[in-house]
């Protein structure tokens, strides 16, 4: 996926800018914030910044950048395609991709020098990619400790293991990593997480008796990267803390030293004055409990804002007001109340969500009103949302950042 560039792809002559009507606005000194935060909680082992998913919605080619600017050496996606869009686009650093089909492209991988996660079935297309490449591929072969999604089962590993030293000793392949996915990390007190560091640890130990000498043995996520430093190994993968979202509960990201990089935030397309008892949008849910004033946000769920998220926060001229009424496709509603006077807001900038810092309302409090978690929130802010990047030199100050988004000149 595209989107518009920063700068220079909206000339006069085409009209305004639509980034200025609508935009999530992607902070890539946070971004560079939060990869140094976390590198610093990971040190010595390396970090792994996972940019699958266009990077969690936050843009997958700028954060990539962003991260390896700040101090992160690998990268990591779910699919093939995902890292072959991040090599086109000319990001040579180390990558992985872990999760396939059969009718993905593992030739192309092999080719350009993508890392290919195997869980066991993946081994023969792989090699069959090496063999047709003329060049060893380069394999992480990941076990089952207990999630009980794609890796080998503690069953089958023994012989995944086997067999990859096999066509390693052949010069098919390379075994560059051994790894495996935490379920629980975000709960720390939860015993799980140390079952699946004693497992992973067998794991190691009949890799390393088969003769596999692994670059980097990686397990932890977010949350097992800045709750538990022995889940480190050589490489943590870490995602949503890049983004600046807490993983925790009960812990925001301010209290773990993170910035929420993503603003999403867009312009009153209408405010007008309505009687008491008027219904508003559809299902007419919700009434006016006295004359007031309404205004119209042009968001709604076609641009991945949830439906059934009504009472999430959106905040207009330093107040935050609930939706009122159903989320609709295009727009939702706020209700200004009886003191807010006609048209005057109009025009005026609206944020649905920020770095938080200044009381703004926050990704935590939309995941709340429908009832999930922020990786969804953010993750699902749609195309039809351009992005606007700022902060994008590691060098330039405030002179790139977007007029009008309220919190943005200091990051
Ligand atoms: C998505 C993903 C991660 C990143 O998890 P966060 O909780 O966002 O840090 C790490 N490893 C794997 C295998 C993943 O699928």
Redesign the pocket.
């Known amino acids: 996926m595209t989107y518009p560039a920063t700068t220079g792809e909206f000339s006069a002559a085409s009209g305004p800018d639509p980034r200025h009507e609508r935009s999530a606005v992607i902070d890539l000194e946070a971004i560079r914030h939060n990869v140094r935060r976390l590198a610093a909680a990971a040190s010595p082992a390396k970090v792994m910044a996972?940019v699958?998913a266009d990077a969690y919605g936050h843009g997958a080619v700028p954060v990539a950048r962003a991260a390896l600017q700040a101090g992160a050496s690998w990268l990591?996606v779910?699919h093939i395609s995902e890292a072959l869009a991040l090599r086109a686009a000319g990001i040579d650093a180390p990558l992985l991709a872990?999760l396939h089909t059969t009718d993905s492209n593992f030739g192309a991988a092999v080719a350009a020098g993508v890392d290919i996660g195997c869980s066991g079935w993946e081994l023969e297309r792989i090699v069959a990619a090496a063999r047709e490449q003329e060049r060893p591929a380069r394999v992480h072969l990941k076990v089952d400790t207990g999630l009980g999604r794609n890796g080998a089962t503690p069953e089958a590993w023994d012989r995944l293991v086997g067999e990859a030293v096999e066509y390693q000793d052949q010069g098919l392949l390379r075994v560059v990593g051994i790894f495996s996915?935490l379920a629980v990390a975000d709960e720390p007190e939860r015993p799980e997480t140390d079952q699946q560091v004693a497992a992973f640890r067998e794991a190691l130990a009949i890799a390393e008796d088969a003769g596999v000498d692994p670059e980097v043995r990686h397990l932890a996520?977010?949350?097992a990267t800045l709750s538990r430093p022995d889940t480190h190994f050589d490489m943590v993968?870490?995602?949503?803390?890049i983004y600046g979202l807490s993983?925790f509960d009960g812990q925001t990201s301010a209290e773990l030293g993170l910035r929420p990089a993503m603003t999403l935030r867009t312009l009153v397309s209408q405010c007008k004055e309505v009687p008491e008892g008027q219904g508003v949008s559809y299902g007419l849910h919700y009434r006016t409990r006295t004359a007031s004033t309404l205004a119209l946000i042009p968001l709604g769920y076609a641009d991945g804002v949830p439906r059934v998220a009504t009472g999430g926060p959106v905040r207009v001229a330093g107040k935050t007001y609930p939706v009122v009424g159903r989320i609709a496709m295009d727009q939702m509603v706020i209700d200004l109340g009886p003191e807010a006077s006609g048209a005057a807001l109009q025009g005026a900038e609206a944020e649905l969500f920020g770095n938080g810092v200044d009381g703004g309302p926050t990704v935590d409090e939309w995941a709340r009103a429908a009832g999930t978690i922020n990786?969804e929130v953010v993750t699902r802010i749609s195309p039809r949302v351009p992005r606007r990047f700022i902060n994008e030199d590691e060098r330039a100050d405030a002179g790139n950042n977007l007029v009008g988004v309220p919190g943005k000149g200091a990051a």
């Open positions: 996972v699958k990591g779910a872990w996915h996520n977010t949350p993968r870490v995602g949503l803390g993983p990786y």
